[in-house]
Structures are given as structure tokens and as C-alpha cells.
């Protein structure tokens, strides 16, 4: 029987869910980050990808802050890591918690002190400026920079689950995040 909060034995249902349906959106975004950084100008797939990015970016910082809230009141509950691999796996957790805050706040702050403002779907959220806060600008700059080093840490993320947990420790970590264990 499936429950709602995370146990020391598995992931609560919400917590898959959230994870799950947040690693498809984040494979939406790199997909269109890389469609960007690898195709032609003119290209339309480029175009079609890019097009959703701002506000699938938007969406997954809501997202980050309602699970990592989710994760902080399931800390308790949470199957334990223990040793020198749970402090690097903790380690690794807050690197992608905080990346995953950081690299969408960026580019939000700089909408809200831009020309251009932003709107969510086309619900204006920040109004254009008519003068640039320049202070809000400088971090963004490495928006990019940071989402690719999300990505690396994620593909390091996969990299332990199926390798280290399935492979070599056989420990069940994959199967209680998926709920088959």
C-alpha cells in the first residue's frame, strides 16, 4: 500500500511524484538548453524547444521550493545513509538543491529588474522597466554555467542510483524511489 509520507523503508508517494515529474521537466529544459547551445539559429526545432524554456523554468523553481519544503518535513522519515558514501550522497543532494534554486533565480531577479519583465504564461508577473537595474543583471551571468554543472551533478545523481546502489551495493535504493521495493 502505497502512503503519502516517506518511511525509513521508501519514498512516499508524493516525493515520487515530485522527483519523477521533475526529472521529465528538467530533462524538458536541458533538452532545450542544448537544442539552443547545438542547432542553427533559424533552426525550428530550436525555436519550438527554446520557446518553452523561461516558463518551464519558472515552473520547476515552484516546484523546487515545494519539495525541498516536502523534503525538510520527511527528513525524519527518510531511509537513512550512513558512512562516507551518505555524507557524499547528502553532499551531492544539497549541491542539487542548491542549483536547482540558484540557476532559475538568477534569471527571474534579472527579469525583474529588466526592460523586458516577465510573464508566466502570459500572466505578467514582474512589469518592464524603463532602466535596467544592473545589480540584479550580474547574476544571471552564469545562469548557464550553473545549469550545466546541474546537469553534470545530475548525471552523477543517475550514475550512483543505477551503478553504486544497483549494481554493485544491490541495496534497493532505485526500487524505493520508484516504489517496486
Same mark, same amino acid.
Given at each position: 500500500?502505497?502512503?503519502?509520507?516517506?518511511?525509513?523503508?521508501?519514498?512516499?508517494?508524493?516525493? $515520487?511524484?515530485?522527483?519523477?515529474?521533475?526529472?521529465?521537466?528538467?530533462?524538458?529544459?536541458?533538452?532545450?538548453?542544448?537544442?539552443?547551445?547545438?542547432?542553427?539559429?533559424?533552426?525550428?526545432?530550436?525555436?519550438?524547444?527554446?520557446?518553452?524554456?523561461?516558463?518551464?523554468?519558472?515552473?520547476?523553481?515552484?516546484?523546487?521550493?515545494? $519539495?525541498?519544503?516536502?523534503?525538510?518535513?520527511?527528513?525524519?522519515?527518510?531511509?537513512?545513509?550512513?558512512?562516507?558514501?551518505?555524507?557524499?550522497?547528502?553532499?551531492?543532494?544539497?549541491?542539487?538543491?542548491?542549483?536547482?534554486?540558484?540557476?532559475?533565480?538568477? $534569471?527571474?531577479?534579472?527579469?525583474?529588474?529588466?526592460?523586458?519583465?516577465?510573464?508566466?504564461?502570459?500572466?505578467?508577473?514582474?512589469?518592464? $522597466?524603463?532602466?535596467?537595474?544592473?545589480?540584479?543583471?550580474?547574476?544571471?551571468?552564469?545562469?548557464?554555467?550553473?545549469?550545466?554543472?546541474?546537469?553534470?551533478?545530475?548525471?552523477?545523481?543517475?550514475?550512483?542510483?543505477?551503478?553504486?546502489?544497483?549494481?554493485?551495493?544491490?541495496?534497493?535504493?532505485?526500487?524505493?524511489?520508484?516504489?517496486?521495493?
Amino acid at each position: 500500500m502505497a502512503t503519502i509520507k516517506d518511511t525509513p523503508t521508501r519514498y512516499g508517494v508524493i516525493s $515520487r511524484v515530485l522527483h519523477w515529474g521533475m526529472a521529465l521537466l528538467f530533462a524538458a529544459q536541458f533538452a532545450s538548453a542544448a537544442a539552443r547551445a547545438l542547432l542553427e539559429r533559424e533552426n525550428a526545432l530550436r525555436e519550438t524547444l527554446w520557446s518553452y524554456h523561461t516558463n518551464l523554468g519558472a515552473t520547476l523553481f515552484v516546484l523546487v521550493a515545494l $519539495r525541498g519544503i516536502w523534503g525538510l518535513l520527511n527528513i525524519p522519515n527518510r531511509p537513512p545513509h550512513s558512512g562516507a558514501v551518505g555524507t557524499a550522497a547528502l553532499a551531492g543532494h544539497v549541491a542539487i538543491y542548491v542549483l536547482m534554486f540558484l540557476v532559475p533565480f538568477t $534569471r527571474l531577479l534579472a527579469s525583474a529588474g529588466s526592460e523586458r519583465g516577465f510573464s508566466y504564461f502570459g500572466i505578467p508577473i514582474f512589469p518592464a $522597466r524603463e532602466t535596467e537595474i544592473a545589480w540584479m543583471q550580474i547574476p544571471a551571468n552564469w545562469h548557464g554555467e550553473m545549469g550545466w554543472l546541474l546537469l553534470a551533478l545530475i548525471a552523477g545523481h543517475i550514475a550512483m542510483a543505477i551503478v553504486w546502489h544497483g549494481i554493485i551495493q544491490k541495496d534497493h535504493t532505485l526500487q524505493r524511489m520508484t516504489g517496486g521495493h
